[in-house]
């Protein structure tokens, strides 16, 4: 048996307003070259302005991964020359990274698992390149937008481990807002390093790069790995090198070897000053961290008694998750406003495309709405209908109850009225009752027929049994 | 001939319009350009814009290697021979906004990178004061355009000595600020760490008035400084007794330049008799020592960090997203070309040697050890100006060289004397270049360095100084026309 060992690089564009190092707007166009200045195209005598928003953002990033943050805000120089990077360097960091000697914290099959992070730098990303048969076309639109590289330690064991990680991560981005970290958009990219050995040592290891979706992380390992056991078990050596993976044939094909690796002439970038980081922008950064998922699950599954099912089901989106919290501050019972998020909202969600932000239903009224199922007020049929009719008429909950005249009678007097009224017209059917012959829910029937429903059922039952106990 | 505070005058009482002085600027440049080659491009056409700046009207050259949109800047380089930028650097908007008047781009070496003004893509620059001898450079054609009363300043740029060294060859002050303190946005970058705007001008007063419209911060450069309450210009005549200079023992003492030519000797005496002015002006001069192994490293940590970083630089020069499109059958190719055929040998020299020096293997003993000789030269500096307000030193160990000269038969000890100008780059000093003579009937200069930020100071002992030697608004008789 082999020993799978991965380590992951993953690339994630910072939401911002501005690119990292120039005025231009970052973000999305399906237009080429939109999104440009003269600092995105290298033109000679520009000069870089660090973007404090994504630096701000990227530090956050660090902390929320449990790094260690450095004392002043550095970049370097990496230098390289390729068509996508226009002056022939990318600014990145490689003396003080954004973070150091972090770790993530994961769920595989019920076990946790501490995911090591031996760093998280702010880089710039590279303009766009599309390949034609005897051309190419450049698109600048994303040059210079500000990319969040997370390193990995080698220490994940299986694909599932990975995506669990990548999960989390993703997670994390979104939890702290840092990225909207879209693979469709090509926000998240992973590069993949994968090795195998007999004992504790690691093997040689090949790398996959810019792999764009995870359910592609997950073929590339599964495939990456059926080859280098099957090079092994053969007698062959793996060489360190990098390769492409592709997706159609599930196999993977030699890029470049290590001996082609390219000297990125790393030097500290003379254009941006040192600027020190205070232990008060820190504090204040980290008072911006919510409790992300890790965290959450366990509490849900520990305080609120859910179980992992829901719980993971409930921290998937942060606002669903904020939504559940505010139930549960308002008071609401933990496992019923559970229940109701995980089936009827998210349902309702789902069948029309909707962002929990765009529910027209409040925490607030969502907690009425199962207070009076609670309370007797409703019955839980009822209750669906009321959530129904709130949301496509956008009303609140005891409106709509109103409206639909479905208060439950949970008068006693009122119900005993109609019921001795009935028995008085009946005697008969009590002295069949007595006999043995069930004319019980002829009476229950009666009652709802008289009140149109509305009767409490359980209180109805409860009256009509007192009542003919009596005669 | 004239200063900028002469124009202003003449222009404030209506003896002359500024359509005037542009139209006799531009007759001037085309008269003396086929003889001396100043400029890349001379304007035809006049930038309306007016202020009630000092520098409202007046006509000045700029460097080639300034952003100016809509107007080519080449950097004097082949591969930027058909360049016409999009944007403007702050140094160039700011003359505009100040309603200075752009007589032209100036020549320099190319790229920046040289001190002879003879490397430029469409020729030597010649010097005013000698035709067989060379202006010096990198700023060569700005000096020239100075020197030969074309324009009464000029802007260049300086990350050896390129302004203060060709200041001295053509008997014109040469100013340099603090690093920061004039922002670079739109200098087409040699070596960021070391590159610094500064401007020509033919009195002290006149360097003033220009750094006073050049400096202040500037959002687009994160190096620029913050602002100063303080016009150059207000401070430069106050009372400089009592203040302290030195000099560099090593670099001026007569005994160790045995083999040295006379020329040098009567540059040396010539610098003597000026700290004797000094001293009758009221400073304290003192001679100290600096260790000759920091001195001796002097050039080579200069070319170290200053390759290195211009390889970086000037990787954007590929001929993909503008410039010369080279051929190949891939990218590598098409970049290849473009690079072999855009830069001249001495270029590619230049980059080989940037290359090698960030190289992961070398870069520990070269580049990063030429940044820790940096540092040490900095500090031993920053020592001295614990007690001294300036240093003073020759500007160069020889008059402009003539075009054959060859450089490689210099001294150790001369090499020192001739390059000791880095010293301002290394530190980010404010630095100055004044005129102090002739040495057998060529200009010679004298440096002032300061510490940083101390701008104001440097401009006022030079003042002073100017004042005393009267070597003030020099030009050959035959251009003071």
């Known amino acids: 048996m082999y020993k799978v060992t991965i380590g992951l690089e993953v ?14 707007k970052n973000a999305y166009s399906e237009y080429p070259n939109e999104n440009v200045s003269v600092v995105d195209l290298g033109l000679p005598g520009i000069l870089p302005v660090a973007n404090k928003e994504a630096f701000r953002k990227s530090l956050l990033m660090a902390l929320a991964l449990n790094c260690k943050t450095p004392d002043i805000v550095m970049f370097d120089r990496k230098n390289y ?12 960091q490689e003396t003080k990274p954004v973070g150091v000697n972090g770790y993530v914290m994961i769920n595989v099959d019920g076990e946790d698992k501490k995911i090591g992070i031996n760093n998280i730098h702010l880089e710039e990303d590279t303009a766009s390149l599309d390949h034609f048969k005897d051309y190419s076309l450049i698109d600048y639109n994303r040059a210079g937008v500000p990319l969040l590289e997370t390193v990995t330690e080698p220490c994940m064991h299986s694909s599932t481990e990975a995506i669990a990680f990548l999960e989390a991560l993703k997670g994390i981005f979104l939890y702290t807002g840092v990225s909207e970290a879209r693979t469709d958009k090509g926000q998240m990219r992973v590069d993949v390093n994968i090795s195998l050995s007999k004992d504790d040592t690691l093997g040689t290891r090949t790398e996959m790069k810019n792999i764009n979706s995870f359910n592609s992380v997950r073929l590339a390992i599964e495939t990456e790995i059926k080859r280098q056991k099957e090079v092994l078990e053969n007698g062959g050596v793996i060489l360190q090198e990098t390769r492409r993976f592709d ?67 409930l921290v998937k989106d ?15 019972n933990p496992k019923s406003i559970s229940n109701w998020i995980t089936t009827s909202v998210l349902g309702y969600l789902n069948k029309n495309e909707l962002d929990i932000k765009d529910l027209s239903l409040t925490p607030k009224m969502l907690c009425e709405l199962i207070d009076m199922v609670d309370n007797n007020k409703i019955s839980s049929k009822q209750s669906k209908e009321v959530f129904s009719k709130c949301l496509e008429e956008n009303k609140e909950p005891n409106i709509v109850v109103k409206e639909l005249g479905l208060t439950q009678i949970t008068d006693d007097k009122t119900i005993r009225d109609i019921v001795t009224k009935l028995l008085d017209e009946r005697p008969d059917l009590i002295e069949d009752h007595r006999k043995g012959k069930n004319t019980f829910d002829y009476f229950v029937g009666q009652v709802m027929k008289e009140t149109r429903g509305k009767a409490n059922p359980v209180l109805t039952r409860d009256i009509i049994n007192e009542e003919m106990e009596k005669r | 001939m004239k200063t900028i505070m002469d124009l202003r005058k003449d222009l404030d009482e209506k003896k002359v319009t500024s359509d005037e002085l542009f139209k006799i600027a531009i007759e001037k440049a085309h008269t003396y350009q086929d003889e001396f080659n100043s400029f890349v491009t001379i304007m035809d056409k006049k930038e309306e814009k007016e202020s009630n700046s000092l520098l409202s009207g007046i006509p000045y050259a700029l460097k080639d290697n300034f952003s100016t949109k809509g107007i080519l ?16 650097s702050t140094a160039y908007k700011k003359l505009k906004d100040a309603g200075a008047v752009l007589v032209g781009k100036t020549v320099l070496d190319e790229l920046a990178m040289g001190g002879t003004g003879t490397t430029g893509h469409t020729g030597i620059v010649r010097n005013p004061w000698n035709k067989n001898r060379e202006i010096g450079g990198s700023s060569a054609g700005s000096a020239a355009a100075v020197a030969l009363g074309i324009v009464p300043f000029s802007i260049g740029s300086d990350t050896g000595d390129s302004i203060r060294k060709p200041a001295a060859f053509g008997g014109l002050v040469g100013f340099k600020p603090t690093y920061g303190r004039i922002s670079r946005y739109g200098l087409f970058a040699f070596a960021s760490s070391l590159d610094h705007v500064g401007c020509f001008a033919r009195c002290v007063r006149d360097a003033a008035i220009v750094t006073d419209i050049l400096k202040g911060q500037d959002e687009k450069d994160m190096t620029s400084l913050p602002n100063e309450d303080i016009k150059y210009t207000d401070v430069i005549d106050n009372d400089i007794k009592g203040m302290k200079l030195f ?12 083999d040295a030519g006379e020329e040098t000797l009567k540059i040396l005496d010539k610098f003597k008799e000026t700290i004797e002015e000094c001293k009758k002006l009221g400073f304290t001069v003192d001679e100290v ?5 920091l001195l001796k490293a002097l050039y080579p940590t200069y070319i170290t960090i200053s390759s290195a970083e211009a390889t970086s630089n000037n990787s954007n020069l590929t001929g993909i997203p503008f410039g010369p499109r080279g051929e190949g059958g891939s990218i590598n190719e098409i970049m290849f ?13 230049r980059f080989i040697l940037g290359s090698y020096i960030l190289q992961r293997e070398n870069q520990e003993r070269l580049f990063k050890n030429a940044l820790r000789l940096r540092h040490i030269i900095v500090d031993k500096m920053n020592e001295l100006y614990k007690t001294y307000d300036a240093m003073i030193l020759p500007a160069s160990g020889g008059v402009a060289p003539f075009f054959d000269n060859e450089i490689d038969r210099m001294s150790d000890r001369y090499l020192i004397l001739e390059n000791h100008m880095v010293i301002g780059n290394f530190g980010g000093f404010p630095s100055i270049t004044i005129p102090n003579g002739f040495v057998d009937d060529m200009p010679i200069g004298i440096n002032i360095t300061g510490k940083a930020f101390d701008d104001a100071k440097v401009l006022n002992i030079a003042n002073k100084i100017e004042d005393k030697l009267g070597y003030k608004g020099l030009i050959k008789e035959e251009y003071d026309v």
Request: proline share 5%; glycine share 2%.
């Open chain 1, 11 to 24: 690339h994630c564009e910072v939401k911002t307003n501005s690119k990292n190092f120039s005025s231009a």
């Open chain 1, 247 to 313: 997706e159609d044939t599930l196999t993977t094909h030699s890029l470049r070897s290590k001996v082609d690796a390219v000297d990125y002439k790393y030097y500290i970038e003379p254009n941006i000053p040192p600027i020190k980081i205070t232990d008060e922008w820190i504090d204040e950064i980290k008072s911006e961290i919510p409790m992300l998922q890790f965290d959450r699950i366990n509490k849900y599954m520990e305080v609120y008694g859910l179980s992992r099912y829901d719980s993971e089901i």
């Open chain 2, 337 to 349: 070309d473009a690079r072999t055929k855009g830069f001249s040998e001495l270029i590619k020299r």
């Open chain 1, 81 to 92: 020359y390729y068509p996508d990077l226009p002056k022939g360097y990318q600014i990145t």
């Open chain 1, 318 to 332: 942060k606002a669903v998750s904020d939504y559940f919290e505010e139930c549960v501050f308002i008071g609401c």
């Open chain 2, 247 to 258: 000099y560099i023992k090593e670099i001026t003492d007569k005994t160790l330049y045995k």
């Open chain 2, 289 to 293: 020592s600096f260790d000759d192994n």
């Open chain 2, 73 to 88: 800047t080449t950097a004097s380089s082949n591969i930027l021979k058909d360049y016409v930028p999009v944007y403007d």
